[in-house]
């Protein structure tokens, strides 16, 4: 069996080059300098010219990092992905979108509507779309900072507020993230961490009365984040029949992960996502005015209408109360 192993291959070309002094030619190309009759200046002046493109292409300012791998941070600070259900009424979708792309035009922010039929969830509930959604949206976005996720339910209520300026930088987060906090109140066992450091951040969550939430949540751009959303999406949760669905499945992450819970700030629901509507936070979570998200949890589901609940919040936004 040991033999049928094919050798181990590196990226790394073969040291030839480095080690001898004498260039490497190959035995083909040496045959042929050597035979009589050819033109021993041509084969030399080929062999000079392919060392010269070969230089020039080494020594451009691009070589290779600045072409190949997008640098994270050089881009917009967040991109907002808010995914849609085109089943929904196409009025309440276009301000859907509207309230976004304001919101983001002010902040030089992105936007990303990918709809819900556009990933395979393999008869999972469609809410589980925003997870192969971010990850989406980072092929698009591959030089932004952060993400954030927000379901359609919510409405973005005060744009002067700057999340990537006011929330996330590391300062920020060490002073308003929520330490030994049982995970799903009120007392399950596993905690917050006490002793996060900012800059360590990847993901950054509100809990509201039940628990952790997950309609309104940012990721930092880069390798950590790929690994936790494709951890969220392990077809095993998504098979699994969790009552809340992919909410159910990230606290269920979160609890029996260190290594995630490591990078997590929890944040007062009222920074990232405070309700208009439904179980709000005790202490903060109910939506209140300069609050910079409404959400109105559930309200796409039957029986309920997001375009009639968000109705007066809309009317403020268009300007017409005040
Ligand atoms: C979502 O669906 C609508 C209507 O079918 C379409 O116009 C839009 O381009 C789709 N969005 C994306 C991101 O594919």
Same mark, same amino acid.
């Given at each position: 069996?040991?033999?049928?192993?094919?050798?181990?291959?590196?990226?790394?070309?073969?040291?030839?080059?480095? #080690?001898? @002094?004498? %260039?490497?030619?190959?035995?083909? =190309?040496?045959?042929?300098?050597?035979?009589? +009759?050819? $033109?021993? &200046?041509?084969?030399?002046?080929?062999?000079?010219?392919?060392?010269?493109?070969?230089?020039? #292409?080494? @020594?451009? %300012?691009?070589?290779?990092?600045? =072409?190949?791998?997008?640098?994270?941070?050089? +881009?917009? $600070?967040? &991109?907002?992905?808010?995914?849609?259900?085109?089943?929904?009424?196409?009025?309440?979708?276009?301000?859907?979108?509207?309230?976004?792309?304001?919101?983001?035009?002010?902040?030089?922010?992105?936007?990303?509507?990918?709809?819900?039929?556009?990933?395979?969830?393999?008869?999972?509930?469609?809410?589980?779309?925003?997870?192969?959604?971010?990850?989406?949206?980072?092929?698009?976005?591959?030089?932004?900072?952060?993400?954030?996720?927000?379901?359609?339910?919510?409405?973005?209520?005060?744009?002067?507020?700057?999340?990537?300026?006011?929330?996330?930088?590391?300062?920020?987060?060490?002073?308003?993230?929520?330490?030994?906090?049982?995970?799903?109140?009120?007392?399950?066992?596993?905690?917050?961490?006490?002793?996060?450091?900012?800059?360590?951040?990847?993901?950054?969550?509100?809990?509201?009365?039940?628990?952790?939430?997950?309609?309104?949540?940012?990721?930092?751009?880069?390798?950590?984040?790929?690994?936790?959303?494709?951890?969220?999406?392990?077809?095993?949760?998504?098979?699994?029949?969790?009552?809340?669905?992919?909410?159910?499945?990230?606290?269920?992450?979160?609890?029996?992960?260190?290594?995630?819970?490591?990078?997590?700030?929890?944040?007062?629901?009222?920074?990232?996502?405070?309700?208009?509507?439904?179980?709000?936070?005790?202490?903060?979570?109910?939506?209140?005015?300069?609050?910079?998200?409404?959400?109105?949890?559930?309200?796409?589901?039957?029986?309920?209408?997001?375009?009639?609940?968000?109705?007066?919040?809309?009317?403020?936004?268009?300007?017409?109360?005040?």
């Amino acid at each position: 069996m040991h033999f049928a192993m094919p050798p181990r291959k590196t990226s790394r070309p073969p040291p030839y080059a480095a #080690r001898n @002094s004498r %260039p490497y030619i190959p035995l083909w =190309l040496k045959n042929r300098i050597r035979r009589p +009759g050819q $033109p021993r &200046v041509v084969v030399v002046g080929c062999l000079v010219l392919i060392v010269l493109i070969w230089l020039l #292409r080494g @020594s451009g %300012p691009d070589n290779g990092v600045g =072409l190949a791998t997008p640098v994270i941070g050089t +881009g917009a $600070p967040i &991109v907002i992905v808010t995914v849609l259900d085109q089943k929904k009424s196409p009025g309440w979708i276009e301000a859907i979108k509207k309230n976004r792309e304001d919101y983001a035009r002010r902040h030089g922010y992105k936007t990303f509507f990918p709809n819900n039929t556009d990933y395979p969830l393999r008869g999972a509930p469609s809410s589980w779309a925003k997870i192969p959604a971010l990850r989406h949206a980072m092929t698009l976005h591959p030089t932004a900072s952060f993400f954030w996720s927000l379901d359609p339910t919510a409405l973005i209520m005060n744009s002067n507020i700057a999340l990537h300026t006011s929330l996330l930088t590391p300062q920020h987060l060490e002073r308003v993230m929520i330490v030994n906090e049982p995970i799903v109140p009120p007392d399950s066992v596993i905690k917050t961490f006490g002793n996060l450091k900012g800059d360590r951040i990847d993901v950054v969550v509100t809990q509201d009365k039940d628990g952790l939430t997950q309609s309104s949540f940012l990721v930092k751009n880069g390798e950590w984040a790929k690994y936790f959303l494709d951890a969220w999406f392990d077809p095993i949760y998504r098979s699994y029949n969790f009552q809340k669905a992919e909410a159910h499945a990230l606290e269920h992450l979160v609890q029996w992960h260190g290594t995630i819970l490591a990078k997590l700030a929890l944040v007062p629901q009222n920074l990232l996502n405070s309700y208009a509507s439904g179980p709000a936070h005790l202490k903060h979570g109910q939506y209140k005015e300069g609050d910079i998200v409404a959400n109105f949890p559930g309200c796409d589901k039957e029986k309920r209408n997001c375009a009639d609940e968000m109705e007066p919040f809309l009317a403020i936004l268009r300007g017409e109360k005040n």
